[in-house]
């Protein structure tokens, strides 16, 4: 069968003589194998990405996750570019991988599942990995019918309380027939909560259609990023729309299609949306006076006027050191495609970026590339370092707390005009995991540059910020108004712990910074 890109050029393959037409034949087909491999290497990352999703806890909504959340670690969520080198090599799922055709190039033959054919109820799911999903669910998802909630685990006393309990904690057991995910544990719970229930189901469906179309086997086409901006467009970072649009990407006009698509691109845009020239965010919305000091340092940098400088002798110009932007607590995100990341690079082609993504769990779904490096005088934390993912950004992962190496100076001395800290879902008020960022949090104040901070839900993201004002009080800045990120993934997550808790990636975003104090000197009077 006749790739779509093969079919494309036989009209001029027939023009051309059979030697020329036999290699150009042989590039197309190559060069359509590299773009669906590349997919489904991104529909691996989105995968990876639930599964640590899934394994996170969060206190969002006034429910309590009795399961702690990793410390230090940020979630959910997480092509490599023609000068990258793959690293994103999750398997694909049992019933996919009987599927590729013999060529072994990793492309399906045939879909799955048909995009009419979507939802299918956990249990009895086509898809061996989401079937293993539910059963997660059932061992460990406890029912939320009124009758069992006192009856649940107390992390404050370490006991049951089960005083005004009528029922023992049950887990769920029942699939809902609308959503098709488990969330009660009888159908008569179901029906009694069906009121509270029909607030989520829908979205709840949603959800397991685009689990299910992750498992597809169709052609992700959103995967498809754009290539770097040209010198003279702008970009409109209003909302998703217009930065597609004005990025040039592939026309995405499926709902589905954009959900799966924002799930990767959050992350790179969240940042990117922040520091921009041409951010949404500004001092008429959601940015403080000192947020446009701080920020104003930050795009000088990024955004320097053309020099003229060229690759001649003459056309030699000083160049700016990197923006160093420290990504704390990575955990999925360190994993996603590096094309996905490469994009924050297109957003500010005059600048150069090295990502540092820290944190005990940010080499989670790359095993590929453990053994890490041996620590060495030159490589002291073992640091995995990708320098030729762009030619102007390079990553580095340290699987360490940032506090351990911020203690030694490693990256010191800090500049505001060149480093930023970003905090993807960090939990910083989470009871479980709040005690590990009391002594990383002086440290952060103390460099005295932006720290930009994301939350999954309202309720996660105000926890934070009250955290926050409560062991800093009158010792931080903020720099941006916590509120809804306007580059949010659109696509909503489910937390295999407690099916009623859905939220989505990089919800909400603030900033803020260790207070600066201006010192001014008078002449001494001499008292008389």
């Not at 955004?303 to 704390?328: D, M, Q, T, Y």
């Not at 360190?334 to 924050?344: K, Y």
Request: hydrophobic share 35%; aromatic share 8%; glycine share 6%.
């Amino acid at each position: 069968m006749a790739l779509p890109a093969d079919r494309a050029v036989r009209p001029a393959l027939s023009k051309l003589c059979s030697q020329c037409s036999s290699f150009t034949a042989r590039q197309s087909r190559q060069s359509a194998a590299f773009l669906q491999s590349a997919q489904q290497r991104s529909v691996s990352s989105i995968r990876g990405a639930q599964s640590s999703s899934s394994s996170s806890s969060r206190h969002a909504g006034g429910i309590t996750r009795t399961v702690p959340r990793p410390t230090q670690t940020s979630i959910t969520s997480k092509l490599p570019s023609v000068v990258a080198q793959s690293r994103s090599k999750a398997s694909s799922s049992t019933s996919l991988a009987a599927n590729e055709d013999v060529a072994g190039s990793g492309i399906p033959s045939k879909p799955i599942l048909e995009q009419d054919n979507l939802f299918h109820s956990f249990t009895n799911s086509p898809i061996p990995k989401i079937r293993q999903r539910a059963a997660f669910i059932r061992q460990h998802a406890s029912c939320p019918h009124h009758s069992h909630r006192p009856g649940q685990f107390s992390e404050t006393t370490h006991q049951v309380d089960t005083e005004s309990g009528s029922q023992p904690p049950k887990h769920v057991d029942f699939e809902c027939p609308d959503c098709g995910i488990p969330v009660y544990c009888s159908e008569q719970h179901w029906m009694d909560d069906y009121e509270k229930h029909l607030e989520i189901c829908d979205t709840l469906r949603q959800i397991n259609e685009d689990d299910h179309d992750l498992h597809s086997g169709r052609h992700f086409y959103e995967f498809n990023y754009a290539g770097p901006q040209m010198d003279d467009a702008m970009v409109n970072m209003t909302n998703w729309d217009t930065f597609m649009y004005t990025r040039q990407f592939e026309a995405v006009n499926d709902d589905r299609c954009m959900r799966q698509a924002t799930r990767l691109l959050t992350y790179p845009l969240t940042i990117g949306s922040v520091l921009h020239e041409l951010s949404p965010y500004d001092i008429r919305n959601r940015l403080t006076v000192e947020g446009l000091k701080s920020l104003t340092a930050l795009r000088y940098t990024l955004h320097p006027p053309k020099s003229g400088g060229n690759e001649s002798i003459k056309g030699l110009r000083p160049e700016a050191p990197p923006v160093r932007l420290f990504i704390l607590g990575a955990r999925a995100e360190s994993s996603l495609p590096r094309d996905a990341w490469v994009q924050l690079a297109h957003l500010f082609p005059l600048s150069r970026f090295h990502l540092i993504f820290i944190g005990p769990e940010s080499m989670m779904n790359r095993d590929d590339e453990f053994p890490l490096p041996p620590r060495t005088p030159e490589n002291p934390y073992g640091a995995v370092v990708e320098d030729r993912v762009w030619p102007t950004m390079k990553i580095s992962t340290i699987v360490d707390y940032y506090h351990t190496i911020h203690k030694t100076g490693y990256f010191a001395p800090h500049d505001p005009y060149f480093d930023c800290f970003v905090l993807f879902h960090p939990g910083l008020g989470h009871p479980a995991s709040s005690h590990e960022w009391e002594e990383t949090l002086p440290m952060l104040l103390e460099t005295k540059a932006p720290i930009i901070a994301t939350g999954y839900t309202q309720a996660d993201m105000e926890r934070d910020v009250e955290w926050v004002n409560k062991k800093a009080k009158g010792e931080f800045d903020i720099l941006m108004e916590p509120g809804e990120n306007t580059f949010r993934s659109l696509r909503w997550d489910l937390n295999d712990l407690d099916p009623q808790d859905i939220s989505a990636g990089n919800w909400g975003v603030w900033a803020f910074r260790g207070k600066r104090y201006e010192a001014t000197v008078k002449d001494n009077v001499i008292a008389v």
